[in-house]
């Protein structure tokens, strides 16, 4: 049976262009500190009708394949996370086979999973499940996730990006997903795409904020019961029940979440604390918090509108936050919100964050959120080497080199997307020099509306 499975390597894909939230305040006449800090943003990717899911994801597994010098003939399964998907039926997936059957390489299981942000998790289990199973070939997988995450003009729209992530799946990796997962799905109205004719979600905002925090609440309780029966824990009360008190953030080094804003990974990280108070209220790192009594005897519901407790555990975990939470929000300051991306590129900040040596043994937990409702909290444990997957990424300057536009650029990249949306016979009007050097880009979409493609020089 292969060990440890999980990532091998990792690439990062962004747009070349991003703007300012301080800016975009401005431009949109709301009150200062309105998308800085009330959201937590600070810049997002801005990309125009250029570019398409299948040209991101295109790029992002052609850049893995050559900086890490993978043979296309040595993956036997793709699996792909998108909710930007420009077809109904075929999948993203088949556009990556370009870069393998070039090679002779048609032998490749695995299509899209799609669930807003969790399609990327979905794809992760998925390949993780291969490489375990009975029917693994003896070669490795690729993840390959992302999203061009865009609103209609309001509230939604500071909370946009865009980004992709290719990961190789394979035994032995230095970052090896643990095998217990707590998963939580159920349907709600939250956030969808039900047009055809738009690229725009319907969000209801509100109800997007309780259903995240309610799914951190019970994929983390799942996950915590099932860790409980695995280690056979015993009850903290004697009844010989499994202790859900048995894990913990202590027994996390880095929490990762999916960044639909910066400000959301703070309402999480929060509630992770506020669920391990409520199983272990007389810890002394919560001895600041008032009226823990009646916090303990609050019905879940109303846990879930209440401010002060939300501020309340915000302050509690403040500290905890800068130290071990900020180090995996690189792409989402610069990005913005990359949907199934996004907690990918949380864990790829991470790496890239963190000295190999430090990061080396320790363990990170990783909360997937998908509206609609699909989530999961799952670790992965650092069991070798990350300098690899740390230098390819070169990370902090890639994101660096990313070029703040004006916001009014911004308005009409999402314009002339907004125009070509779906149609047939059409040429994208966004300049190829936009595109990174080497980065593909929508070429045409011809009069059968099939798309072509071509690499910047
Ligand atoms: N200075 C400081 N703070 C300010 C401010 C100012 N000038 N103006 C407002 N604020 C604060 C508010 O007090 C509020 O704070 P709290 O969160 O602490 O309550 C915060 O800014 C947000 O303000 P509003 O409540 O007025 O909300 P909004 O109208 O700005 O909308 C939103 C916010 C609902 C998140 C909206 O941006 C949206 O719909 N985004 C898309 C949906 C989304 O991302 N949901 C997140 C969970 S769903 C998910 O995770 C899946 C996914 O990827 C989409």
Same mark, same amino acid.
């Given at each position: 049976r292969p060990k440890d499975v999980g990532i091998l390597a990792m690439e990062m894909y962004f747009p070349r262009r991003c703007i300012s939230e301080e800016e975009l305040e401005e431009f949109d006449g709301v $009150? %200062? *500190?309105? =998308?800085?800090?009330?959201? +937590?943003?600070k810049y997002m990717a801005c990309c125009d009708d250029r570019e398409d899911i299948n040209s991101f994801l295109l790029t992002a597994v052609h850049n893995l394949l050559e900086k890490y010098d993978?043979?296309?003939? $040595?993956? +036997?399964r793709i699996d792909v996370g998108t909710?930007? #998907?420009?077809?109904?039926?075929?999948?993203s997936k088949t556009f990556l086979m370009d870069l393998f059957a070039a090679a002779g390489n048609t032998d490749v299981e695995g299509v899209d999973s799609k669930n807003a942000c969790y399609g990327s998790t979905a794809a992760l289990f998925n390949a993780v499940n291969w490489v375990e199973?009975? $029917?693994?070939?003896g070669r490795n997988a690729l993840v390959v996730c992302g999203d061009i995450a865009i609103y209609a003009?309001? @509230?939604?729209?500071? @909370?946009g990006g865009a980004g992709a992530c290719a990961m190789l799946i394979g035994?032995?990796?230095?970052l090896a997903v643990e095998p217990i997962r707590g998963t939580h799905m159920v349907h709600a109205y939250d956030f969808y795409k039900p %047009?055809?004719? @738009?690229?725009y979600p319907e969000v209801d905002g509100p109800l997007s904020i309780t259903s995240y925090i309610s799914a951190v609440d019970a994929s983390y309780a799942a996950f915590r019961k099932k860790h409980a029966k695995a280690k056979k824990v015993a009850s903290l009360n004697g009844a010989g029940e499994a202790s859900l /008190?048995?894990?913990?953030? /202590?027994?996390?080094d880095y929490p990762v979440f999916h960044s639909p804003y910066g400000k959301m990974v703070q309402k999480a990280h929060a509630r992770l604390v506020y669920n391990d108070f409520l199983a272990n209220?007389?810890?002394? %790192?919560? !001895? #600041? &918090? !008032?009226?823990p009594a009646a916090l303990l005897a609050q019905p879940h519901k109303e846990s879930l509108l209440d401010k002060t407790l939300e501020k309340t555990f915000m302050a509690v975990a403040k500290t905890d936050f800068d130290t071990?939470?900020? #180090?995996?929000m690189k792409c989402a300051r610069r990005c *913005?919100?990359? =949907?199934?991306?996004s907690l990918y590129g949380g864990l790829s900040s991470l790496v890239a964050s963190v000295e190999p040596a430090e990061l080396l043994g320790k363990r990170i937990s990783m909360f997937a959120y998908g509206s609609g409702i699909a989530s999961s909290f799952f670790t992965i444990k650092v %069991? *070798?080497?990350?300098s690899a997957i740390r230098a390819n990424l070169d990370l902090v300057n890639r994101l660096a080199a990313i070029k703040v536009v004006p916001c009014q650029e911004y308005v009409d990249s999402l314009k002339l997307r907004e125009e070509h949306h779906?149609?047939?016979s059409w040429t994208p009007a966004?300049? &190829?020099?936009?595109?990174?050097?080497?980065a593909y880009y929508l070429e045409e979409v011809d009069g059968k509306y099939r798309r072509k493609y071509a690499r910047a020089p």
């Open positions: $009150s %200062k *500190g309105k =998308y800085t800090i009330g959201l +937590g943003q993978i043979d296309p003939t $040595s993956i +036997g909710e930007t #998907a420009v077809d109904l039926s075929k999948a199973s009975s $029917s693994w070939d003009e309001g @509230s939604g729209r500071p @909370s035994p032995n990796a230095p %047009k055809l004719d @738009s690229e /008190a048995a894990f913990s953030l /202590a027994d996390v209220p007389a810890h002394p %790192k919560y !001895a #600041a &918090v !008032a009226n071990r939470v900020e #180090a995996s *913005g919100n990359m =949907y199934t991306a %069991k *070798g080497d990350t779906l149609l047939k966004g300049s &190829v020099d936009n595109i990174w050097p080497g």
